[in-house]
């Protein structure tokens, strides 16, 4: 079966504007979760969506905002960008959640110029 | 709150020899523990889990880890390293509790494999 995919791959914005990341799970996934990646920090957990609701959200400014739709693709927007805003944009797909197996899409890389 | 740490940023071992990545875990109850691998350029593969059970888990790719409860740990081993292992390699801690579920990830070890 097709794995996770998220799209764009590369991302060249500049501060201030704002940007769709879009990740589509594997067929039959309802849970979708999100990290953003960097060298200093690791994967820090952004949100997850499970269902169509928000079930949990990590610590990051109202600026990170996700939706999830009735086919549980998912997208994450990030509203006046900021420098230290790039990252890897890793999404995961499971069955029933993050303490399920983690399927991780490739990421989006996105640079903030 | 759960954290990890994976005391190694950066481990280089030679092809056949055996490997042990670090991770140590802090979290009340019995936690979840996961290690994940990233290829360059590539997303995360679970290699294995814990839950409960046997504390010695198997794994794919010839991985396996101990759980131990009393030193906090969840050590990564490999008998005979290869060269397709070079790798980031994460350890992670979950839970469950209340309808939230919730997975923290250590800072990876880097893996470097040489001839």
Redesign the interface.
Known sequence: KAG?TQTPRYLIKTRGQQVTLSCSPISGHRSV?W?QQTPG???Q?LF?YFSETQ??KGNFPGRFSGRQFSNSRSEMNVSTLELGDSALY?C?SSW????????????TRLTVL | AQSVTQPDIHITVSEGASLELRCNYSYGATPYLFWYVQSPGQGLQLLLKYFSGDTLVQGIKGFEAEFKRSQSSFNLRKPSVHWSDAAEYFCAVGSFSGGYQKVTFGTGTKLQVIP
């Open positions: 996770v979760s990290y920090q690791g994967l957990f997850e079930r949990n890793l995961a029933e959640g993050p303490t399920d197996t983690q399927y991780f899409g490739p990421g």
